[in-house]
């Protein structure tokens, strides 16, 4: 809760904290300085006012902006970038926003599937998706190549969007014990993690650690025993 | 210096269609390549190695790929008739929406197609549900958000109006009934009388060929991941 927002302005981010797209605009939000109430969201039993702002999907995160519900987190990024300009997340130059969109929309609607589908399956179709997902990190790994981030010298649309390969894959990785996601085979992709949590308000915007792993494993013993 | 513009498509893909309108509506003039889908080019492997698919634009030496990002970098590169409304609010309005289409009726409404029995009805369902929400969004205005407005949006959407009722035809079902969704049903006569939509669209006939035998091999191929997994099984 801020106390400096005024009457005419009210920024509301309806999310959960163990959530990377829950936690990408509050990254936002934070990089460019705009004072917004959280509400938590507990998604066993969703607040009336989530379900009445994005009746569409019943998802988080809302971003809820003078009343006006806005739902999908890129969607939500492109919105905070073209309200609040200063710091900005996305380039100016067009090409250079379609690469940004493209390696976005490539990590939300490709690699996490992927990655996914390696983490559960078995047998041969565990072989060939974990193929997948290497293939998809070089793609991952070539763009970096070179830059400190996605986004240049400074954090920008894709790396608040991959943020959940840094943070995410390696606790998942760790709580399921397998090694396919390793230094060894994407050297850069692991410098780029060792620099882009680094950054304070990278680290003010992450589940805390261990809340985070007790978390993960429930989760991962919930599939197990689901899929009996 | 002209500048080239360049779009690989495939005749009858939703996606490339598109990129296609949107080009047509701001008056830019491109070269239209064919590609089989079927039989993919090194043109197209080169061009598109992450996704190997089409649409691909080419703008001078710059590539885009993806049709929703190709249709932002229209609009950035060339403002005039803008696709997207100027309000950022709007704005996410319509990208919200051409991505609901894309996830919650594209898929479910081909799922019913080739489908059979009780997972039929659920993908039918869905459909409904889909299209339902997107008759809210329509009511009341004869093309989405009045006046062109979010020329974007029908561009996105505007596939319904032409694949709907070929696998309607072709699986014996209806998606677009005018009782239940009067405001697509309007908007959908208007939009198929557009000219510059007109002169695109591909012969019915051909269409219904072609998706009758897709339907026959999305079948064939549901029958033998059903066999894999059965064998997986035992």
Redesign the interface.
């Known amino acids: 809760k801020c106390k400096t927002l005024t009457m005419a302005e009210e920024v509301k981010l309806y999310g959960t904290w163990s959530s990377p797209f829950s936690r990408r605009i509050e990254l936002a939000l934070k990089l460019k300085g705009v004072p917004f109430e959280y509400i938590e969201e507990d998604l066993s039993n969703k607040s009336p006012e989530l379900l009445k702002y994005n009746?569409?999907?019943k998802k988080i995160p809302v971003l809820v902006?003078n009343s006006?519900p806005?739902?999908?987190s890129q969607?939500?990024l492109?919105?905070i970038d073209?309200?609040w300009n200063n710091n900005p997340i996305l380039p100016q130059d067009?090409?250079q926003?379609?690469m940004a969109?493209?390696w976005g929309?490539?990590i939300d609607e490709k690699v996490l599937a992927t990655r996914m589908k390696a983490n559960f399956a078995e047998g041969k179709e565990r072989e060939l998706v974990t193929e997948e997902f290497f293939q998809q990190m070089e793609?991952l790994e070539n763009e970096l190549n070179g830059k400190d981030f996605f986004g240049g010298e400074t954090i920008g649309f894709v790396d608040i969007v991959a943020i959940v390969v840094a943070i995410w894959f390696p606790l998942t990785q760790e709580v399921l014990g397998v090694d396919t996601f390793t230094e060894e085979k994407f050297p850069v992709l692991f410098k780029w993690i060792r620099k882009i949590t680094e950054i304070d308000v990278v680290n003010e915007c992450r589940p805390p650690r261990e809340k985070h792993l007790a978390y993960v494993k429930a989760r991962i013993e919930d599939l197990k025993s689901a899929s009996k | 210096m002209a500048t080239k513009v360049k779009v690989l498509g495939f005749w009858c893909s939703p996606f490339v269609f598109r990129v296609v309108w949107a080009l047509k509506l701001k008056g830019v003039e491109f070269e239209y390549i064919e590609e089989d889908v079927f039989n993919k080019s090194t043109r197209l492997l080169e061009l598109n190695p992450v996704h190997k698919k089409v649409p691909v634009l080419v703008h001078d030496d710059k590539v885009i790929v993806e049709s929703f990002v190709i249709l932002e970098y229209i609009d950035e590169t060339w403002p005039q008739d803008p696709l997207l409304p100027q309000d950022p609010y709007e704005k996410a309005t319509a990208r919200f929406w051409a991505k609901f289409a894309d996830e919650k009726l594209m898929q479910t409404a081909c799922k019913s197609t080739w489908t059979k029995g009780e997972e039929k009805e659920d993908a039918l369902k869905a459909t409904m549900e889909a299209l339902e929400k997107i008759e809210g969004e329509l009511k009341g205005k004869s093309y989405f958000g009045g006046e062109n407005k979010y020329a974007y949006l029908e561009i996105a959407i505007g596939w319904i109006n032409y694949l709907l009722p070929i696998w309607e035809e072709i699986a014996s079902i209806q998606f677009l009934d005018p009782k239940r969704f009067p405001a697509i049903t309007a908007w959908k006569s208007k939009f198929l009388d557009n000219p510059l939509i007109k002169e695109t669209l591909p012969p019915r006939e051909k269409l219904l060929i072609y998706f009758h035998e897709r339907v026959k091999q999305w079948e064939i191929d549901a029958t033998i991941r059903e066999l894999a997994e059965t064998k997986l099984e035992n």
Do not use: Q
Request: aromatic share 22%; no cysteine; charged share 30%.
């Open positions: 009746p569409a999907h902006h006006k806005i739902a999908e969607v939500i492109e919105y073209e309200i067009p090409y926003r379609a969109r493209f929309k490539f793609f």
